[in-house]
């Protein structure tokens, strides 16, 4: 957790979850860097998040240009009505209202790329190896932005009530992107894979024969006639968490995995792998938190075998049987659903109470308070 306080500051705080593969250089970096690249970039539009009316308005043309551009390039002059339309020469402007929410998402967003590219600087100088999963949390101004980049997840438990403030990034949930991204660039394929995906693998002798597919464009499947390129492996391959993208790797948001490849092969996968993450917001606000009211975030060895509900009944149970003052209570939480994950090593691996198979993967989870909050004034 980071929390900076000043006279002057405003108090961030920040919780981070790094779920590192293929080597831990890429966990370990950007947990030690990706708060202060946070913090920095929070620090550009502090002026603006203190006073709000400082903010001058944003003109933006309706192609997206900076008006003074678009107009110093035409030769025209600013009109005097910014909803105006004149001659072909001066184009239809319009001020864009860009909230401070907004501008904070776009803080976090950036800065993710930003550590992305800090790992790719510094791969060779310090052997930073594979990648990771990053899941971060900040506390800002009486809102909780939540950002996910990969297969760990999120969830609020207010009141009982399970509120997801995530969702995975896996080969299957982001097929479509990963197509067409194949489709525009299919030299990223390189020449080995193909972007459509079918039910099975093509055998030689079904050429000419029709058989189900999908594409970028398509949530439903449909039949085509299959060609040669169609016997190629496909982008996407496997279901559910043997889903793998060019058969290699699980996830497809992350930092890091600038060198990874295709075995035995040439082909770079990283193009295909976004290190933006998804940002959700939760206004603390809007709700009163009671002393069971929290955040809770786990790496996918928590989520493969506990259900969103199965985790908001275990923690409630768990902290109903605390100590209310107890200050480690949260803690302690954390650590018996942790435990229930896992479950008990026997002959046949981790085994849960109803004999169910426990998590074999590493799991890392946080449970952190909602009450306590002070709304602005």
């Known amino acids: 957790t980071d929390s900076r306080r000043s006279k002057k500051g405003i108090p961030l705080h920040f919780w981070g979850i790094f779920d590192g593969h293929a080597g831990s250089g890429a966990a370990i970096m950007a947990s030690k860097l990706l708060h202060h690249l946070i913090r920095d970039r929070l620090g550009e539009i502090c002026h603006l998040l203190e006073n709000p009316s400082s903010a001058p308005p944003i003109c933006l043309a309706k192609n997206g240009s900076p008006y003074q551009a678009e107009a110093k390039k035409g030769g025209a002059q600013e009109p005097e009505d910014p909803d105006a339309v004149s001659d072909a020469s001066v184009r ?107 039910p099975r693998r093509i055998q030689h002798s079904e050429l000419g024969k029709k058989m189900l597919y999908r594409d970028h464009t398509m949530t439903g499947w449909a039949y085509k006639t299959i060609v040669e390129d169609d016997l190629k ?20 948001r992350g930092l890091g ?55 908001a009944d275990a923690i409630t149970a768990y902290l109903s049987c605390c100590d209310p003052s107890d200050p480690m209570r949260y803690t302690l939480a954390a650590q018996d659903l942790l435990m229930r994950s896992r479950g ?17 993967d590493d799991i890392t989870v946080f449970v952190i308070p909602l009450a306590g909050h002070e709304p602005e004034t």
């Open 257 to 311: 995995d600038h060198d990874l490849k295709v075995y035995n092969s040439n082909i770079y996968i990283k193009p295909f792998l976004s290190c933006v993450p998804e940002v959700k917001v939760y206004n603390m606000d809007e709700h009163k938190h009671g002393p069971d009211d929290v955040l809770v975030m786990g790496t996918d060895g928590l989520w493969d075998v506990t259900t969103d509900k199965e985790v």
């Open 92 to 198: 239809f402007y319009m001020e864009k209202v860009v909230s401070l929410e907004s501008l904070v998402m776009g803080v976090i967003e950036t800065a993710f790329k930003q550590m992305d590219d800090l790992i790719e600087k510094e791969k060779s100088s310090y052997a930073i190896s594979g990648g990771c999963c990053a899941l971060a949390a900040i506390h800002l101004m009486g809102k909780l932005y939540v950002a996910n980049a990969g297969d760990s997840r999120a969830i609020i438990i207010r009141n009982n009530e399970v509120i997801p403030m995530t969702n995975e990034f896996t080969p299957e949930s982001e097929r479509q992107r990963l197509q067409y991204l194949g489709f525009l660039r299919p030299e990223l394929l390189g020449n080995e894979f193909t972007h459509i995906e079918f």
């Open 233 to 252: 492996f496909p982008l996407i391959y496997g279901e559910g968490k043997k889903a793998r993208v060019m058969a290699t790797i699980g996830v497809t």
């Open 344 to 360: 008990v090593l026997k002959e046949r691996g981790w085994r849960l109470p109803n004999d169910r198979l426990g998590s074999g």
